[in-house]
């Protein structure tokens, strides 16, 4: 059984830093791609980054040279690094890979 489970999120102010994490069972990360959406009220679930088996990664538009994606094999765990972080990065985070999904991981910048 597959189980991704991410942590990390929390409150931070307009330019601070979060790095969250994904934590697979059942599942290996260096053979799958893994991606990480975001979910803000309201809005639908939107790609933010993803890391493929070879390590090419990807990014949306809006957190390039900000978010940084990585994954550590050892761990069985994808890290997303997000730094210069802004209001509009408010969202429930979640991690998937191979069609499965975490539970979500909330992330609010507020002052």
């Known amino acids: 059984q597959v189980q991704l489970v991410e942590s990390g999120g929390g409150l931070v102010q307009p330019g601070g830093s979060l790095r969250l994490s994904c934590a697979a069972s059942?599942?290996?990360?260096?053979?799958?791609?893994v991606a990480w959406y975001r979910q803000a009220p309201g809005k639908q679930r939107d790609l933010v980054a993803l890391v493929n088996s070879d390590g090419a990664t990807w990014y949306v538009g809006s957190v390039k040279d900000r978010f940084t994606i990585s994954r550590d094999n050892a761990k069985n765990t994808v890290y997303l690094q997000m730094n210069s972080l802004k209001p509009e990065d408010t969202a429930v985070y979640y991690c998937?890979?191979?069609?499965?999904w975490g539970q979500g991981t909330q992330v609010t910048v507020s002052s």
């Open positions: 059942g599942l290996s990360f260096s053979i799958n791609t």
């Open positions: 998937t890979a191979r069609s499965n």
